[in-house]
């Protein structure tokens, strides 16, 4: 019995650890994404490309860091996520040139918007389905 409750714990531990490992890994891949994204659409160089990896990555763990702590309060997490980007602009305008700095909020802007038609199908989608059932 003793064998099999170690065993158990043991398993806990390990998808716990695994949990850990995955949201470090999850932060990561979304700044490094992100900065393949920008080197592509901004034409950065390398020095550019090395500072905006490294302030990406940063607030990529301040995003997740944010989540868990304020997961429960939904206002509070927005705001402080526009805080961060408000920052974070200020940052990338300091690597940028004037022109990089335009172009990438007009690419912002846009993908803002195609996620907010992308909402709206999925809400109408829902919907739909919904009025099925009933």
Known sequence: MKKITV???AAFMLIGFT???HVKKGAEER???LTKEMVAKLSLDASQEQKIAAINLNYAKKNDE???AKKNDKVAMRK???EQ???KEKELKEVMTDEQFKLWKETKTEKKGDMKKNEKK???KRLTKVEKVN
Do not use: D, R, T
Request: hydrophobic share 50%; no cysteine.
């Open 85 to 87: 980007q408000e920052s």
């Open 19 to 21: 949990a850990n490992a």
């Open 122 to 124: 999925f809400k109408q």
């Open 31 to 33: 700044a490094e994404k």
């Open 66 to 68: 944010l989540m868990a």
């Open 7 to 9: 065993l158990i714990f």
């Open 80 to 82: 402080s996520f526009k």
